[in-house]
């Protein structure tokens, strides 16, 4: 009973530890921070000074936060990001407010070069309008556009643009449903 008790407590544990070094460290790392934003036991994180993150941004264990020279991120207020979640910005990337980012997504700007395959270039800016979802195991490529209220499905791969209020899902993604009231 107490070992139950004790596991059980443990991921809040890890939150409240990554709410102190949210404040502390991260606040001041990044280009912006946003009050009350806390990042949980990060892969990785590159670019800080080209990432800026809105309040109340929910980062989970695992995710993979890197802009590179050229790119930028930008995380806009009440958005939630999975665990193991890797946003790679060679481009930009910019996520709008009340955007829920499930477990196992990326979203990446870049790809390698095919005579090089040391040298990264970009693949065009990525934008996620205001509450958009992406389910599960996702990946979103450069030069894509997601319209507000769009869902992406579970394991879809998103090669074009989104409309509003769409729903998505395949390899490649295409409209499943769509909606007038986006």
Known sequence: MIARTLIEKI???RWRVAEVISKTLYAKAFSNFGQGSVIVAPLKLGGLDRISIGNNVAVFEGAWLEAESAGSISIGTKTYIGHRVHIHAVGNVVIEENVMI???????SGSHDSQNHNEIQTTGDIHLG?????????????????????????????????????????VPARVLTSSSNA
Do not use: H, Q
């Open 130 to 170: 205001r509450n958009v979802f992406v389910g599960e195991k996702a990946i979103i490529l450069g030069g894509v556009t997601i319209g507000d209220n769009a869902v992406i499905g579970a394991g879809a791969v998103v090669t074009k643009d989104v409309p509003a209020g769409a729903t998505v899902g395949g």
């Open 11 to 13: 991921p809040s544990a």
């Open 102 to 108: 499930t477990d196992d997504v990326t979203i990446s």
